[in-house]
């Protein structure tokens, strides 16, 4: 039975982040056939492609997840999640099952898409769009490249397939991702769907069952275009005093400015450089803006297919990219080009859904400073700016302050400015932004819940150089505060 409304039972929480892998099924990938040499891919994928299923999408087994009217039908994506156990950082694929805790079945939903070259975040990151089965021990399956497993819709059996013939089976995908990037304890690596995906309808319920797992279920009802109901916002709506959180004798404390640096809510002074500084507030989906300053298309206008009046191009990213003001980001030794990108990052406050433009910034609590590395050798035509490229650890600096939206006026007319060892090599204006911040609210709440600590990295201007090991890249926006991080080179 599926329960009528709200997410289903897991004994298992969910505590880590859910990365799932496309184009990771060999005969999908073959079925492309020439098409991907030609433009805009140019080559198939060389590295796994790869997106964040962020937090508004996981649900368990027993939910009932809503399809909207247009088109009116999904694709079921059966995948093996694969439960990380440790931090797993740079294994090789022979040491992988070390770092593996269990399995699950997933269940990938997405709208059909016509390409995949970039095809929208809209279509992958709806609520309750990737359904997680429950945690089977990784001792009890033999082997996890070969599982059989079937879709049922409304009772019927309409698909079989096997975890088998993929471009890189459950070792081999664990060594390529955390070749770049760090998985944590509780992370959940989705092993990719196999085509083609079954297609339902609301009403409809699907089961899927896999050799070892058990079997996941999950029905399907119309979506209904109601507003959230407003939640109240956790910080104090009236204050206008920036904040931030920093670990100092052992402990994370908020911080308020103070001549001297930097103030503890016990009354104690420090200087900048006495504390560790963190995100400046609990980071929950990363939403990341890509070519929304009409100065920074046309400095990228040559590599690019795209133009200002396609959907806003969003990607997702991670929570083990964050590094806060301070910080250090490493360069690894191979990139030619590895540029920092001054955004306003704009931090939501309370509940969005559905939400129009002119109530738009009722939902927005505040801003900060980021600054979004990217490693231009890595950049494949492939789905989004991929993780290799926007996604590796540290590389993505926030803070130093949480400044509330009381305080910013106007955030549509802020002076951005970066510089490299004292030198000016980035200037813009907020004003510039393709997608302003209502346009983004309105556009991300049409098919998704945002939740108080959602981020949305704005963009960027023109003015992107490469940067080297040593450099101290400072990143400011008027108003919201100076974000300092040096590069360092990669340690052995
Ligand atoms: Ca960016």
Redesign the pocket.
Known sequence: MVAETGFGFSPWKLSGTVYGALLNHAPQLSALGETVNAAPYKAAPRFPVLQVRPRNTVCFSGSVVAIPALPGVLEIGVSLGIVISQVACRVSATDAPHVIAGYLIAAELGLPCESHYRPAVRLKARDGFTVLGSVIAAQQIADPNALKASVAVDGAEVSTLTTGDRVRPVAELIAAVTEFMTLQPGDVLLLGASTPAPRVRPGQTVRITMEGLGCLEFSLKPETTAPSAPEQVKTTPDSTTPTARVVYGGAIHTATPHPLGLRLEDGRTLPEHAVQWLPPFEVGTIL???LNYADHLKELSKELTVTAKDEPLVFLKGPGTLVGHRGMTCRPAEVQFMHY?C?LAVVIGKTARNVQRAQAMDHVAGYTVCN?Y?FRDYLENWYRPNLRV?NRDSATALGPWFVPASAIPNPHNLALRTRVNGQLTQQGSTANMVNDIPALVEYLSSFMTLQAGDVI?T??PEGVVNVNAGDKVVCEIEGIGRLTNTIVGESP
Do not use: S
Request: cysteine-free.
């Open positions: 990341a803006l890509g990108e955004e979004d990217a926007k990295l963009g960027t």
